[in-house]
C-alpha cells in the first residue's frame, strides 16, 4: 500500500515549457486534491476532484489545468510555465465525505523551479 | 484571501516544555483539523474536533476550539525533539469540499 504518490520529485523548467504532475493513490479515495505550497503562505488550493471524470476550481486555479480519467490518477498540467509557479505542490486525498471521513493524505511534494 | 493564520509564526522550545500555537479562521466551518509538516515532506494529519466539540484529546495532543471567536488553539505537552515540524490548521466549510489551511507555526524542541 503505497498511499499517495506524486511524479516526479523534482523538475526544473524554463518560462514557456510545459509539464504533467501526476498524483496516483491506491486506497480507493473519492476526493483528490492539488495545493501550491509557498514560503510562508500555507497550502492553497489549486483544484480538486469529487470523482472520477469531475474536476473544480479552488482558490488559486489560473494557469494550471487538471483531469481525472481514472479515479487512482489526478493529474496537474501547466501549459506554459511562468517563474511564478515556482512552488512545491501537494497532491492529497480522502474518502467519500459521507461517512464524516475529512482526513486527507498527502503526496511528498513535487518541488518544481521555471526559470 | 481566505487563509487562515497561525500564531505564533515560529516556536522554540526545551523538550519536556508544552507548546502551544493557535489558529484563526474567517467562514463558518464544518470542522478543524491540524496538521504536521516535517522539513521537506507532505503533511500528516494529527487531530480534528468538529464544529460542535469544543475541546478534544489524542495522545500528548489537546485541541480547544472556540467558534464565537473563530479559533481553535493546539496543546502538545511533554515536547520532544521529534515534534520539531512546522503545524498548520485547517477548517471544512458547511457544504463544501475544500479546505483552508492557515499559513503554519514553526516548532522547534531543543534537546
Known amino acids: 500500500n503505497a498511499g499517495v504518490t506524486q511524479t516526479p520529485k523534482f523538475r526544473v523548467l524554463k518560462t514557456g515549457q510545459s509539464m504533467t504532475l501526476l498524483c496516483a493513490q491506491d486506497?480507493?479515495?473519492?476526493?483528490m486534491y492539488w495545493y501550491r505550497q509557498d514560503p510562508g503562505m500555507g497550502l492553497r488550493l489549486i483544484h480538486y476532484?469529487?470523482?472520477?471524470?469531475?474536476?473544480a476550481k479552488g482558490e488559486v486555479p489560473d494557469g494550471y489545468n487538471v483531469s481525472r480519467l481514472k479515479k487512482q490518477n489526478f493529474l496537474l498540467g501547466l501549459e506554459s510555465a511562468a517563474p511564478s509557479q515556482t512552488s512545491v505542490y501537494f497532491c492529497?486525498?480522502?474518502?467519500?465525505?459521507?461517512?464524516?471521513?475529512?482526513?486527507?493524505?498527502f503526496g511528498p511534494g513535487t518541488r518544481l523551479t521555471v526559470t | 484571501s481566505q487563509q487562515g493564520e497561525e500564531d505564533p509564526q515560529a516556536l522554540s522550545i526545551q523538550e519536556g516544555e508544552n507548546a502551544t500555537m493557535n489558529c484563526s479562521y474567517k467562514?463558518?466551518?464544518?470542522?478543524l483539523q491540524w496538521y504536521r509538516q516535517n522539513s521537506g515532506r507532505g503533511l500528516v494529519h494529527l487531530i480534528l474536533?468538529?464544529?460542535?466539540?469544543r475541546e478534544k484529546h489524542s495522545g500528548r495532543l489537546r485541541v480547544t476550539l472556540d467558534t464565537s471567536k473563530k479559533s481553535s488553539s493546539l496543546l502538545i505537552t511533554a515536547s520532544r525533539a521529534a515534534d520539531t515540524a512546522s503545524y498548520f490548521c485547517?477548517?471544512?466549510?458547511?457544504?463544501?469540499?475544500?479546505?483552508?489551511f492557515g499559513t503554519g507555526t514553526r516548532l522547534k524542541v531543543l534537546a
Open positions: 492529497a486525498s480522502r474518502l467519500y465525505g459521507g461517512q464524516g471521513n475529512y482526513e486527507q493524505y
Open positions: 485547517a477548517t471544512v466549510g458547511p457544504g463544501t469540499y475544500k479546505y483552508i
Open positions: 476532484s469529487v470523482g472520477e471524470g469531475t474536476t
Open positions: 486506497m480507493n479515495h473519492e476526493y
Open positions: 467562514t463558518s466551518i464544518n470542522n
Open positions: 474536533i468538529r464544529s460542535n466539540e
